[in-house]
């Protein structure tokens, strides 16, 4: 049966046989007093949150710990050389005529850090590497373009006297590490 096809009357006699309005399960007083009850039931569990999250931190910490193991203990120079040393400190370094190749196959068979590292001598390495890096990237682009052919030979010149400065001063921290 269709509520359009009844005659509005119908509907309206419904409605109001309806049972009035209901009383409201409890007045203000009583919404107060349970907002309220609920305010300090809060305040009593408020380390709750930050207990949980030391825990957290806690859990986590450990969990690493146990992970990745502890810190490895700190390398302190002896008058003994390590076992690969020897070898190393014992072979001189190219001529500063050398070619490229053969510096860096020198430079990379030196042991990566010192034992002990000297300021001065570590922030010229730096610099040498940091400026030797550089001009392969400018290597690289002068290599894309061909009217660089003069400014790629000095490039690669340029690269060629930072290596033999590089080997010098690396060779000058191995025997003075040797020294040690």
Do not use: C, K
């Not at 569990?45 to 502890?70: D, E, M």
């Amino acid at each position: 049966m269709h509520p359009d096809l009844e005659p509005r009357s119908a509907l309206a006699r419904l409605l109001r046989a309806l049972p009035g309005d209901a009383q409201p399960p409890y007045d203000f007083r009583e919404f107060r007093r349970r907002a309220e009850r609920r305010a300090v039931a809060a305040r009593g569990r408020g380390g709750g949150p930050l207990v949980a999250a030391a825990a957290l931190i806690v859990v986590t910490a450990l969990v690493l710990l146990l992970r990745l193991g502890a810190p490895p203990a700190p390398r302190v120079a002896s008058d003994s050389a390590p076992a690969g040393a020897a070898t190393v400190r014992h072979v001189p370094p190219p001529a500063t005529g050398a070619r490229p190749e053969v510096m860096e196959h020198w430079l990379a068979n030196l042991p990566s850090e010192p034992a002990l590292v000297r300021v001065g001598a570590r922030a010229a390495v730096s610099g040498l590497e940091d400026r030797i890096a550089q001009l392969d990237d400018q290597l690289s682009a002068a290599r894309l373009e061909p009217a660089q052919a003069g400014r790629l030979h000095a490039l690669q010149q340029e690269r060629t006297r930072l290596m033999g400065a590089l080997v010098q001063v690396r060779y000058a921290e191995t025997l003075a590490d040797a020294a040690r």
